[in-house]
């Protein structure tokens, strides 16, 4: 799991301490931007989000209480101003967007799902080169393991049966030690994404 | 593959999502909170301003005490001074005589000597500084001027 901030910093933040509400957003500015991606869908939204919902935070830090999960007070801002920013162009949903966007969700489920994609994108980053590269091809290209395998000059099978799943392992054993237990960090989901 | 891996399949493919549509970044940034920050000058600069007026009026006096100096102390060596002026590649001497400073606080037109001792000399300087202190406003002017006087230009 993302290591905490300490107790003291987040007291902090709720005196008003700027210095202190900067090392939140260093800490935490990865899984604002995946809050305001997974909360809105809408990747040319994200940008805008984020920098209001940041401007908030700090106009209202006074107001935070440092027994709440910071993210979680952060995901509610963020809702907020995404709810806004729906109301003031209502024209641009289309028609595959979620009826219930910004409602349905908790800011607790949002913040779960942005901080297990911040650890996962650590773990990803951790990995040695060779397994990286197969990983990113993979899942960040969308390329074939066929065209992987031409890619990094080895047999099909080898990188089916040996040297993506040995990525894979090395991904959940980095998570592990993060804290978090892949099977439950999602409900089965299949949907269209996989080769 | 096993469950685990497929949920953990599920998580790569929205993280490469996320990368793809540019939510993933490296860097934090600037603080989005903070508008274009203003060039603030510290105050310690601001305390230690006049000194970067007064080191080229230090220097100016110096040259001043070089050159008019001697002819305080010794009329002949400002005469000779007078006569040696290297002037367009020769050793000549000028159309003008070097101007003793008691000439130089009525030629200017303008008033140098700030401690009122006659003179006009590295001892204004300070009085100069004295009567500039707290002043407001472009002293470029002033200072040139001064130099002048002090140059015995």
Not at chain 1, 5 to 16: N, Q, T, Y
Not at chain 1, 139 to 168: G, M, S
Not at chain 2, 31 to 60: C, D, G, K, S
Request: net charge negative.
């Amino acid at each position: 799991m993302d290591e905490q901030p300490d107790k003291r910093v987040l007291e902090a933040v709720s005196r008003g301490d700027e210095r202190a509400f900067e090392a939140l957003y260093r800490q935490y500015h990865q899984q604002a931007r995946l809050m305001a991606w997974r909360l809105s869908h809408r990747p040319d939204w994200v940008e805008e989000i984020v920098h209001d919902a940041w401007c908030r935070a700090f106009a209202n830090r006074r107001s935070y209480q440092p027994d709440r999960a910071f993210l979680v007070w952060l995901a509610g801002i963020q809702r907020i101003v995404y709810l806004e920013m729906c109301r003031k162009s209502p024209t641009t949903l289309g028609d595959d967007f979620p009826p219930d966007a910004g409602h349905s969700e908790t800011p607790e489920s949002i913040v779960a799902e942005a901080e297990t994609l911040a650890d996962l994108n650590d773990c990803v980053s951790r990995l040695p080169e060779f397994d990286a590269k197969i990983i990113r091809l993979r899942f960040f290209d969308n390329l074939t393991l066929r065209d992987i395998a031409k890619e990094v000059a080895i047999p099909e099978a080898t990188l089916r049966e040996a040297k993506l799943p040995a990525a894979l392992r090395k991904i959940e054993q980095c998570l592990r030690k993060k804290g978090r237990q892949i099977s439950r960090v999602l409900p089965a989901q299949r949907g269209g994404e996989q080769q | 593959m096993s469950q685990r891996t497929d949920n953990l399949e599920l998580l790569l493919s929205k993280l490469g999502q996320a990368s793809r549509e540019g939510v993933l970044v490296s860097e934090a940034g600037r603080y989005p909170w903070r508008t274009v920050e203003p060039e603030v000058i510290p105050l310690t600069n601001r305390r230690f301003a006049w000194v970067r007026m007064v080191v080229p009026l230090a220097a100016a006096a110096a040259v001043a005490v070089l050159f008019v100096g001697p002819a305080l102390w010794n009329p002949q060596a400002a005469q000779d001074l007078a006569d040696n002026v290297h002037a367009g590649g020769s050793f000549a001497k000028p159309e003008r005589p070097v101007e003793t400073p008691q000439n130089v606080v009525q030629d200017a037109g303008v008033n140098c000597d700030y401690n009122n001792d006659g003179v006009v000399d590295g001892k204004d300087i300070q009085a100069w500084i004295d009567s500039r202190r707290g002043a407001e406003g472009d002293w470029t002017q002033e200072v040139e001027q001064f130099k002048r006087c002090l140059l015995g230009q």
